[in-house]
């Protein structure tokens, strides 16, 4: 057999656990006298369970048989690797090896010397040892998987933290907890030259700061050289660094908190290209870190320096927080490119309707306020409503491009603020011009005949009637004129005014070469009888063909999963709830919920926005009334109306400019 160097067996250091039944036995003194320490089952059954030191039991069958539930029991609580030596005559090794399976077992038979129980228990000791470094190996592996497994989860944890703010704080809370840290501090690289200080913990002093200081990347301070050099610092002892680094410890803050800033460390965080994205610090290895509690002082006797196997920890993790800033990096320029995207999109819009400058913005802050303030409703038809950041933002995108589809509808149209384009009422008053000329040629070429045929005497005394009959049919001429510029503006016309201009389109003017030019194209007399606002039946199916233009091209963007509703949403938000809306003819549940919201904030904008030329902005009590009448009609939700004028959603817009 193998035997084992004097160094790891000794007598002396081997407690031998004895059944009583062995100590009359020859070889019991010899034992003694070889150096073991011998503990008797008889004498002191406790000590048997005992985990200090090596040991081994060396039992009689006998015992085995009449104390077998009480030695099970022992053999439960000792150290899983202390051997067991049987010696007897009846029961066979091979039926006692089950029960000792888990722990190194000898088998003697009777009659034995004490050279066969030494070299048995030489056997027990090296057994030992292989189990004790076999256990040792265990724990390390173990301790390796484990800190796998952390830094897995820890990689998994950063790369789905999308918010920056909220990745940063992840970062240090997890170096320090890897590296059982008190306190940190997280700096970014801001441009080649600079670090921008973003962040500080500190568990004993139990608080954290964001910061926002500059300061260089040189070899004058710790971070600024590890950004610098790229490479890590561990410091023993803060106070007193090495003569071979030039930057120096700002002690201002440990004099001023009473805190003693000792060991510390410092790695840089690069991304695969190399290149140094920031620098973790950290400060002051806690032995007790598992068990203190935030806010406890920080015990000097507690504070151990930083390992290798630390440095190589945060090394890894400062690979995978570079990682996760660069994505969260390229996270935040495609949510700001898209932003961008949607702000020239909105500024799109409002050039081809400059007159609704700053809708999409308001209709936009209205209808988010408004998800946030049902979301937060606790009881009623509404309280199951609710709608977490991703609705939100869904929402909002929904809401800034919902009149996107403008762009597809004629810009004459579309900024149509009179019933007659601007260039036929032109056309119009140029029409009425030459009538008027006509008729003043006219009666110029009759007052010339006249005085031929009657004579001058004749003439004088009739000039003043003929004049009289040519100024009223100027001033009948300007009139009429006045009354269809009158009718060109887009309110409610009057029963009686559709009959006048029924009249009007009847009527011709003949000039002195029979020519007729038509008081009232017919053109003109069918746009002058819209009975309300400025459109046209076809003009108004242009306007509400923007919705569908919307649509489809929203429904053209590549939308992530949390947003491929924005397209559908846009689209119902001029439905009603009794089917009267616009394109699809929608009713109650069929509307989507924010569609139902952001038709409520659109319409409150659409009569309260003072910056429309075309009309006045109305007093939010009128509006509330013609929105509440509505209501009253089956168009719009009771209880959604309620909560935007009992709850104030309408006053996030006030006195405040929106602008692209």
């Known amino acids: 057999m193998n035997s084992m160097s004097d ?94 399976k888990d722990r190194p077992f000898y088998y003697l038979n009777r009659p034995v010397n004490l050279k066969q129980i030494n070299d048995t228990i030489r056997l027990c000791a090296e057994a030992s040892e292989k189990g004790r470094l076999a256990k040792q190996f265990e724990r390390e592996l173990w301790r390796a998987q484990r800190e796998i497994e952390v830094l897995h989860s820890i990689g998994m944890a950063l790369s789905s933290e999308k918010d920056p703010d909220r990745l940063l704080n992840l970062i240090l809370s997890k170096s320090r907890e890897i590296s059982e840290s008190d306190a940190g501090s997280l700096y970014l690289v801001e441009s080649e030259k600079n670090l921008r200080f973003k962040l500080t913990q500190n568990a004993s002093l139990d608080w954290q700061v964001s910061q926002n200081l500059l300061m260089p990347i040189d070899e004058n301070s710790i971070s600024g050289y590890v950004a610098h050099m790229g490479q890590p610092v561990n410091l023993l002892d803060a106070y007193f660094i090495p003569d ?23 790695v840089p965080m690069k991304n695969q290209a190399g290149e140094v994205l920031g620098v973790i610090q950290l400060i002051n290895k806690r032995r007790d870190f598992e068990s203190h509690r935030p806010g406890q002082a920080l015990k000097e006797e ?19 927080a570079a990682i996760a800033l660069e994505n969260s990096k390229l996270y935040q320029d495609i949510k700001n490119l898209f932003e961008g995207f949607v702000r020239a999109s909105i500024v799109a819009i409002e050039a081809r309707d400059p007159t609704t400058c700053g809708h999409s913005e308001r209709v936009a802050a209205l209808t988010t306020a408004f998800a946030e303030k049902v979301d937060s409703i606790s009881e009623g038809p509404l309280a199951d409503i609710h709608f977490n950041d ?17 762009v597809g509808v004629r810009e004459e149209v579309l900024i149509k603020a009179k019933k007659l384009f601007p260039h036929e009422l032109n056309i119009l008053r140029n029409r009425y011009r030459y009538i008027r000329k006509s008729l003043e040629a006219d009666h110029y070429k009759s007052l010339l005949e006249f005085a031929i045929a009657n004579g001058l005497e004749r003439f004088a005394s009739m000039r003043p009637a003929l004049e009289a009959n040519f100024q009223s049919q100027l001033d009948e001429i300007d009139e009429i004129l006045k009354f269809l510029v009158a009718s060109n503006e887009p309110t409610v016309l009057e029963e009686g005014n559709f ?72 689209f119902a938000h001029h439905e009603k709830l009794n089917a009267r809306g616009y ?39 009128k509006a509330f009334d013609i929105m509440y009448n509505e209501v009253k009609q089956g168009l719009l939700s009771s209880d959604l109306m309620d909560v935007f004028v009992h709850g104030g959603v309408f006053k996030v817009i006030e006195n405040k400019t929106f602008r692209t």
């Open 499 to 570: 009959q006048r201009l029924i009249e009007i389109a009847k009527r011709r003017h003949v000039d002195y070469r029979g020519e007729e030019t038509e008081y009232l194209s017919e053109r003109e007399m069918h746009v002058l009888s819209i009975r309300k606002g400025s459109l046209s039946e076809t003009e108004r199916l242009e306007i509400e063909s923007h919705v569908t233009h919307t649509f489809n091209f929203l429904s053209k963007i590549p939308w992530t999963k949390p947003l491929h509703r924005v397209p559908d949403i846009a």
């Open 302 to 320: 507690n504070v151990v320096p930083y390992t290798r196997k630390d440095l190589d920890l945060l090394s890894s993790l400062a690979s995978q």
């Open 244 to 266: 071979s680094f030039r930057f120096t410890f700002n002690r201002s803050f440990d004099e001023k908190s009473g805190y003693r800033t000792r060991s510390m460390l410092a």
């Open 390 to 406: 991703l609705r939100l933002t869904e929402i909002r995108y929904a809401s800034l491009l919902h009149d996107f589809g403008k």
């Open 7 to 100: 160094a790891v067996f000794s007598t002396s250091n081997i407690t031998l656990y004895i059944s009583d039944h062995l100590c009359r036995e020859e070889f019991y003194d010899d034992l003694k006298a070889s150096g073991y320490s011998i503990v008797s089952f008889a004498h002191d059954k406790k000590g048997w369970s005992d985990s200090d030191g090596t040991g081994v039991y060396l039992i009689d069958e006998k015992l085995l048989i009449q104390e077998f539930l009480g030695l099970l029991d022992i053999f439960f609580l000792a150290p899983d690797l202390r051997p067991v030596i049987v010696i007897g005559e009846q029961i066979t090794r091979d039926y006692l090896a089950s029960l000792f």
């Open 583 to 621: 394109p699809n003819h929608l009713e109650g549940n069929q509307i989507p919920i924010e569609s139902r919201l952001m038709t409520i904030c659109d319409i409150y904008d659409a009569l309260t926005a003072q910056d429309r030329p075309y009309k006045k902005a109305m007093p939010r009590e």
